[in-house]
């Protein structure tokens, strides 16, 4: 069966297995998504993307199903992204968060799709990007990115969200963990979950003298407490995202955010591209591989690549010289 | 370590044992008698000499009717007490006439939808004289409101009537996933159906905590020791916090644990959860009533250890486990059939896992000596293995803040899930061996006769529930539920007499669920795998 | 090679049915996650509308149905049915749980792939999947 038409049929179609398997196409980085997202070009449309991490069991997952309903109950259209870590021994994954958010499971409103965080060629980042895309076309407003924030995937999911809300919640000593793990930076909002627990104040405290100890920036992080099993604390939560996203467009930040990631995106395109190509040739090349293995080191291989007339895309540091330098 | 054929030495849960034991393992061992305070040797000084255990099968066939001659038909042949099973949508709290109740009417048990219902299964039968066993959770309160009820009915005073409801809602959470609304709620609702019965019904057994479906699970037995004993220490607890004074209402909790294949294991878990449990209500509680003290149990014989595969050595596996719980001081013991693995058990099987018991109580001299094992090195270590094992579990769920914090934080499942995964891998390398399944197998298996639920029950029955929504007083029915949501919201007030007029009113079990769901919400468990 | 590959096989694993059994499912889980497949778990209690609207949302080629109450004669079949509302009649599903063999004869007549019985070795039901999915 030949994929792309029928694909771009079925996705304007508005076939939710359109777009899933779309998604898949991307997560797989095939090549010719690139075919159906030109195609769809003129319906490209950025949904609001709100990245969700925090470390398990702070209940993200129970948080961004309220949220789903807050936002159906205003008759916004969400898609979940739910990433999990996959086995680093089998690079199988067990992707559980949809238990969480069954009851919108028949709603039309609403579509939950699972990640794997590993096994995307060209990173998570790249693949959540073009899924991002594929979303706006299939006309959701919201995307709701979630990731549990233990490793990597929450920094390559922060890169892609406009707003990333940090979920914090009180006692098992993980929210001091997290703050020093870095996660700080990410935060545009951050929320502590089941507030109605004993000591949710110290992690509100907590967290504003990490934030006072930091440099002065020019968005304040606001803390929102929520319980999001008894959906409090929702509308302010969501109220805080919504005023971080007009921070962005007043001061142009949103803008250049765009620009920004188009760019990145090109660049991590052609980064992935050349490599695919680079590896085909050293595989069919006996010749080259032969230089290569007696040579030890990769870069003249690489650079003969990267070389074509005279004209050469290495960096001019990392250009062969002549004579090695001896000191 | 191995044997020399490469099969695992330890026991099932994985506990090492050693090849001979010596007098070293009871050096320090007090002289303990039983009857006598730990109890680790039994509640009672004469054993079963002064009464045997209670053989209590448990049973229910798709429709009241039908279940109800089955039980004059035992009542006839000699057996005092009742044991009901119920349906999954009973179980789950849901009418016969839900969408999903689809397909699941009567499989499991018998379909309980309103008062109707249950003064159909109890009709003819003195609820002064008899005890029933319910074994339901969830949906417990309604449950009982509806057989008291029907006692009502019949002109006994609720003071009279007697039996057990499995009423424990922790163990779902943890293990049987037959749970409603979340954790808080559920226990609410526990703690009002122990201090209301403290109050009206006296001689009924109001929570029987459940060893059995957190090993059915996949649990280890020191897991399901431990887990069991720590939902005890929790009831206790919310019923102090309650207000209740501890001696009034201990004596009326009991126990259920699960008797699995490992001859030794269980009885020593059997004894360890006496000792355990008796330690703790005196020291911890001080509790003075010696009722209070002595854990009670009902014992059933592992159904995960049965097999599809050859099924009559079932009725063997059957008989290690029931002896291990009647060597262990079990109180009442469900011996299951061959069959069971398969769907209900037919009338042959059912009888053949009762003269199992009656083989046990008469021929094999079991009965005529307490706690026989007592005092053997093995025995006697083993049992001190079990109670550290569970001390320390206890330690790590009070470090999470308590059952159900430890619930929350997916404790309990991921410990049963690791410890399944780890068996299923020993028996994929065959260093356990089921006989049957991975080893000794049989080609050419006979196909056992398997008996099933017609179709046409489960119309009938939601023709039923239809008919009673149709011919009550609705505007009784409705002020009922209307008052049950009120109490619901206030949580100082006692769900109970509620829950029992709205039963009067013939609100059904799903309307009467469906109520107290509006205010309390559903709970889902996130993927502990 | 490396572990991870480009194109895992994405497999829904539901409990359909009343029954809250899950040890068996979840075994199941870890072994199909450890033979590198991605494994969807949707939980307790699915109905057969939510299972396909899973499988197709997650683009899984594969649903796992796990079901101890005996209502497999009803809840299967109803599963086959709605992926054919769905065109999504590719999908392969297959099952487990407690079914005598007369019912496995009728629910593959049905279109049910494949049923696993208790016992069954983990490695059984990973082989199985490798050899309908070679690529997966």
């Known amino acids: 069966m030949s994929g792309d038409r029928d694909l771009a049929a079925e996705f304007r179609a508005g076939n939710v297995r359109g777009l899933a398997r779309a998604i898949s196409l991307v997560e797989q980085r095939d090549p010719t998504v690139r075919h159906l997202l030109e195609e769809l070009r003129d319906g490209l449309r950025r949904p609001r993307v709100l990245g969700f991490t925090g470390a398990p069991g702070t209940g993200k997952s129970t948080l961004v199903d309220a949220l789903v309903g807050l936002l159906r109950g205003r008759d916004q259209k969400v898609a979940v992204v739910a990433v999990d870590p996959n086995s680093p021994f089998s690079g199988g994954a067990i992707l559980g968060d949809r238990i969480r958010m069954q009851r919108h499971a028949l709603d039309g409103g609403v579509y939950i799709r699972s990640m794997g965080a590993r096994g995307h060629l060209g990173g998570l980042s790249a693949a959540s990007r073009e899924a991002i895309r594929l979303l706006g076309a299939f006309g959701f407003d919201y995307v709701l990115l979630e990731t549990v924030g233990v490793g990597q995937s929450e920094l390559e999911v922060a890169a892609v969200a406009d707003t990333t809300v940090v979920v914090l919640t009180p006692g098992q000593g993980d929210s001091v963990q997290m703050l020093k793990a870095g996660i700080m930076e990410i935060a545009d909002v951050f929320a502590v979950n089941k507030a109605d627990l004993p000591g949710a104040q110290k992690v509100v405290q907590e967290i504003r003298s990490m934030l006072n100890m930091g440099p002065k920036l020019a968005w304040k992080p606001p803390i929102v407490m929520t319980v999001a099993a008894r959906a409090e604390g929702l509308e302010e939560l969501l109220e805080a995202v919504e005023r971080h996203q007009q921070h962005l467009e007043t001061t142009g930040e949103a803008a250049e955010r765009a620009a920004e990631r188009l760019k990145d995106e090109a660049a991590d395109l052609v980064g992935e591209w050349a490599r695919r190509q680079a590896r085909k040739l050293l595989d069919d090349d006996a010749e080259l591989s032969r230089r290569l293995l007696d040579d030890r080191v990769p870069y003249a291989a690489a650079e003969e690549i990267l070389t074509t007339e005279g004209e050469s895309l290495v960096p001019r540091a990392a250009r062969s010289r002549h004579k090695m330098k001896s000191r | ?529 | ?136």
């Open chain 2, 1 to 529: 370590m191995r044997r020399e054929d490469g099969v695992e030495t330890s026991t099932i849960s994985g506990i090492p044992v050693d090849p001979v034991y010596t007098a070293e393992a009871t050096r320090d061992l007090p002289d303990e008698l039983p009857g006598e305070f730990p109890y680790t040797r039994g509640i009672h000084k004469s054993g079963y000499r002064g009464r045997l255990w209670t053989m209590r099968q448990f049973s229910g066939f798709a429709t009241a009717r039908e279940t109800n001659a089955r039980y004059h038909y035992l009542l006839k042949n000699g057996q005092t007490g009742l044991s009901v099973a119920f349906d999954m949508p009973t179980l789950m709290g849901q009418d016969s006439d839900a969408p999903t109740s689809r397909g699941e009417i009567g499989h499991c048990g018998v379909a309980i939808d309103s008062l109707a219902d249950m003064e159909t299964l109890l009709d003819g039968i003195p609820l002064d004289k008899v005890t029933t066993s319910m074994t339901i959770n969830s949906p417990a309160a309604i449950l009982l409101a509806m057989y008291l009820v029907v006692a009502e009915k019949q002109g006994v005073p609720w003071t009279q009537v007697g039996g057990t409801l499995q009423n424990d809602i922790l163990k779902e959470y943890i293990a049987q996933k037959e749970y409603i609304f979340p954790p808080q709620p559920s226990m609410r609702l526990v703690i009002d159906s122990i201090e209301f019965c403290a109050r009206e019904v006296p001689r009924w057994n109001t929570v029987s905590i459940s060893g059995y479906h957190i090993r059915e699970a996949g649990s280890t037995a020191a897991q399901e020791l431990a887990f069991t004993l720590a939902d005890g220490f929790a009831y206790v607890d919310a019923c102090l916090e309650r207000g209740m004074q501890i001696d009034e209402f201990a004596p009326r909790l009991s126990f259920f644990f699960d008797a699995h294949i490992d001859f030794f294991e269980e009885i020593a878990k059997f004894r360890a959860a006496r000792r355990i449990w008796a330690r703790h209500m005196r020291e911890r509680y001080g509790a003075q009533n010696p009722r209070s003290l002595q854990l009670r149990f009902h014992t059933q014989t592992a159904g995960v250890s049965l097999t599809a595969q050859q099924p009559e050595l079932n009725i063997a596996r059957t008989a290690v486990e029931a002896l291990a719980a009647v060597l262990g001081g079990t109180q009442s013991l469900h011996t299951n059939a061959m069959d069971e693995v398969l769907a209900l058990p037919t009338d042959k099987s059912a009888r053949i896992a009762l003269r199992t018991q009656q083989m046990l109580a008469y021929e094999s001299g079991a009965a005529n000596t307490v706690d026989p094992l007592g005092g053997s090195y093995f025995m006697e270590s083993l049992t001190k293995r079990m109670e550290e094992e569970a001390e320390a579990y206890f330690e790590r769920i009070s470090e999470y803040g308590g059952v159900i914090r430890a619930i929350e934080a997916g404790f309990f499942q991921k410990e049963i899930a690791d410890a399944s995964f780890r068996y299923q891998t020993e028996l994929e390398h065959k260093r356990r061996v089921i006989v049957g399944v991975n080893d000794f197998v049989t080609d050419d298996e006979e196909p056992i006769e398997i008996l099933r639920i017609s179709p046409q029950a489960e119309q009938e029955q939601v023709d039923r529930v239809r008919e009673v929504r149709r011919k009550r007083d609705q505007a009784r029915c409705t002020r009922a539920l209307e008052s049950l949501r009120k109490a619901a919201q206030s949580p100082d007030e006692n769900l109970m007499p509620h829950i029992v007029e709205a039963v009067r009113a013939y609100a059904t079990e799903g309307e009467i669920m469906g109520t107290m769901v509006d205010v309390f919400g559903l709970y889902t468990e996130r993927a502990i795998i």
């Open chain 3, 1 to 136: 090679m490396s572990a991870v590959q480009a194109k895992p096989l994405r497999i829904v694993l539901a409990k359909v049915g009343l029954d809250g059994h899950d040890r068996g499912v979840k075994v199941v889980a870890r072994a199909l996650r450890d033979a590198g497949f991605e494994v969807i778990y949707t939980g307790l209690r699915q109905t057969p509308a939510m299972v396909v609207e899973a499988a197709l949302q997650e683009d899984a080629q594969v649903i796992g149905l796990s079901l101890h109450s005996g209502a497999h004669m009803t809840l299967f079949p109803a599963v086959i049915e709605e992926l054919k509302k769905r065109q999504a009649g590719d999908i392969t599903v297959f099952g487990g749980g407690i079914i005598p063999d007369d019912d496995i004869a009728e629910l593959k007549k049905l279109g049910v792939a494949e049923i696993f019985t208790p016992g069954a070795p983990l490695e059984e039901i990973v082989t199985w999947l490798r050899k309908r999915f070679p690529d997966g």
